[in-house]
């Protein structure tokens, strides 16, 4: 699987939007772009995810960037439970079981 | 619908001794895949089962292994233990372990004193 960077840590305040960044500049054609999450203490959850175009759901939006080799996880209104450590994967087209973390984005939302 | 549950949550080891824990998917689920997390290596894959066959396994020593049952639920087991088998371990489930969401369990702290 290609590897994904992201920043280490991001801050943001309560109720104001959070675009969490993912590049991706090794990306193949058929490669889906899966967001997770870990809460404190918790196991990971699945966020979003998507191939080409933008995505949304009650949880998040993604954007991804026409050539594919970055993409933005974003938070409309951060709340102190969004305070997490966010995982951008890249999860080929047909593969099997395990999901590839890298180390993510830890969240801090301030109130 | 029940989700992943796993047990025990909390255990303590000494060094050389084994250790076996559970995970139970959630219901129809056939696919289950092991994860470590250490503040050091972060989450790595262990190894996944799929109807009771091992699919996939990761970088990790043959004290490691694992089984699946019939009724998809899963065991894993780490013999001869030692400080550095400290970790959160994580079971995931998912319908066919395709590129289907994986659901993860609270999982099972492991100190290995």
């Known amino acids: 699987d290609a590897k994904t960077t992201q920043p280490n840590s991001m801050e943001s305040n309560e109720e104001e939007p959070v675009h969490l960044p993912c590049n991706h500049s090794t990306i193949s054609g058929t490669d889906y772009i899966h967001w997770y999450r870990q809460l404190p203490s918790q196991g990971p959850e699945y966020v979003i995810h998507g191939l080409t175009s933008n995505v949304n759901n009650r949880m998040a939006s993604l954007a991804i960037a026409e050539d594919r080799k970055s993409s933005t996880l974003i938070l409309h209104r951060a709340t102190l439970r969004d305070a997490a450590v966010y995982y951008c994967?890249?999860?080929?087209?047909?593969?099997?079981?395990?999901?590839?973390f890298g180390k993510g984005t830890k969240l801090s939302v301030k109130p | 619908k029940a989700g992943v549950t796993q047990t025990p949550r909390y255990l303590i080891k000494t060094r050389g001794q084994q250790v076996t824990l559970s995970c139970s998917p959630i219901s129809g689920h056939r696919s289950v895949s092991w994860y470590q997390q250490t503040p050091g290596q972060g989450l790595q894959f262990l190894f996944e089962?799929?109807?009771?066959?091992?699919?996939n396994k990761g970088n990790f020593p043959g004290r490691f292994s694992g089984r699946q049952f019939s009724n998809s639920r899963s065991e894993m087991n780490v013999s001869t233990l030692e400080l550095g088998d400290s970790a959160l371990y994580l079971c995931a489930s998912s319908l066919l372990g395709q590129q289907e969401t994986q659901y993860f369990g609270p999982g099972t702290r492991l100190l290995v004193l």
């Open positions: 089962y799929f109807s009771e066959t091992q699919r």
């Open positions: 994967i890249l999860r080929k087209l047909g593969s099997q079981g395990n999901l590839i």
